[in-house]
């Protein structure tokens, strides 16, 4: 347990000093990189009730609108992240049953009529405002004990870069190459009493765009 725990926090921070050392995406892209334009909502709970226990679970999730205006159909490969300031990585999707997306596409089927699951999504992108995209991003419940978060969407953009790994090294004793990608991070405060099922909400803190 002690060997997990200590194996999470050194990936966070491996992450964080990436983070902070990697180069930062192009201001002016060059003509064979493109990025999606990307529109979203802030992320909103939902509780669902265990139909075999009965018992209250709280899930986050948010939508996103994809707009290829690049020009060319692209591929998609989406990756999202929810990531707490306690060292809690949670991956979009995992844990959280086909019924959450269902009832999530209920609740907003007059603004999304054609709502998608991010997890299931098509890996093209079609050009043009007709084929814009609706995805929703889904989440368990992160730790009760955060006071911020962060949500990394990768996916969006084709740009990458290359950097060295501070500590890892190869057989030949060379710094091993990390491969980064373009990244959407969206920051947010915990607001409430995480501990009361609807007693918490997310404010706003700000967007930027990171290799990651």
């Known amino acids: 347990m002690m060997k997990r725990s200590f194996l999470a926090i050194l990936g966070l921070l491996f992450i964080v000093c990436i983070s902070q050392a990697a180069p930062k995406p192009a201001v002016i892209p060059v003509s064979n990189i493109w990025t999606i334009n990307t529109e979203f909502a802030h992320p909103q709970k939902i509780i669902m009730q265990n139909e075999s226990t009965n018992q209250l679970k709280r899930y986050w999730y948010m939508i996103i609108t994809l707009t290829n ?64 995209c609706d995805l929703a991003i889904i989440w368990e419940d992160f730790d009760k004990k955060a006071q911020n978060i962060k949500v990394f969407i990768t996916g969006l953009s084709n740009e990458t870069a290359v950097v060295e790994h501070p500590v890892a090294k190869d057989q030949e004793r060379q710094p091993i190459k990390v491969y980064l990608r373009k990244t959407l991070e969206l920051s947010y405060d915990i607001k409430g009493d995480p501990a009361l099922i609807s007693g918490v909400e997310l404010q706003f803190n700000g967007k930027r765009w990171i290799m990651r």
């Open 69 to 132: 205006n690049t020009g060319r159909d692209v591929d998609f490969y989406p990756n999202c992240e929810l990531m707490t300031d306690t060292f809690q990585i949670i991956p979009a999707g995992k844990g959280v049953a086909s019924i959450v997306f269902e009832r999530i596409k209920e609740r907003h089927r007059n603004r999304y009529p054609f709502l998608k699951n991010f997890n299931t999504a098509d890996n093209k992108l079609l050009q043009g405002e007709d084929n814009a």
